[in-house]
């Protein structure tokens, strides 16, 4: 118990730190949201039912408000950390619930720009990051590849990273859940199955440095 106990502290002093680094005001962050929270659950009670009952309940109202907020931040921070490295967005993916097949670097240039593809309950999902003028040349290669393979498949496109008409890798998660869900279980295996053929060039791609966060317009071109 004591281990695991000290192994959670340590985690949360490494996530604290990594935060910290990204915004150094997050100690006045989390006070200022825990006094915040403390005094509005708590000051109600303290006037209804007494200083004792108010205090109680003002400890942990602060202390989820707090809690609340670092959460944000350090999500925040490490989307930072990993954001613009290549194979970032399968990264992110690939830390996600819901089933996701991460296939990261199917087409990959010497610029480092990448196409990463994803099955899931919505069908194939290939994901572009690097210069918006040539990931638009190597999606439409790579969706007419995979269209000929599955004719019958839903195929979406988007591009993520920070310029004009690009996802921002914080909006990814979001832009999927809004995908719709054309694909059931068995049918997802078969796709995987089919695609196992082409292959990619993920033994190429650097992977990513940072801790992966666990929890926008996109160019979406359903087939």
Partial sequence: MFRRIGSTLSSLAKNWGMTQKAFPALPFEVAGFFIAGAVVIGVPIYLLLGPVTGIIAA???GLLAGTFWFSRRAMKAAYKQIEGQPGAAGAVVGSLRGGWIVTPGVAVTKQQDLITRVVGKPGVILIGEGSPSR????LATERKKTARWLPETPIYD???GMEAGQIPLMKLQRELN??????????????????????GAAGALPIPKGPMPTSARSVRRPR
Avoid: C, F, H
Wanted: proline letters at 6%; glycine letters at 10%; zero cysteines.
């Fill in 59 to 61: 400890i942990p109202a």
């Fill in 135 to 138: 990931v638009e040349s190597l």
């Fill in 158 to 160: 988007m591009q993520v």
């Fill in 178 to 199: 809004k995908l719709p869900r054309n694909l059931r279980g068995g049918e997802i295996t078969e796709v995987r199955k089919r695609l196992d053929a082409l292959g």
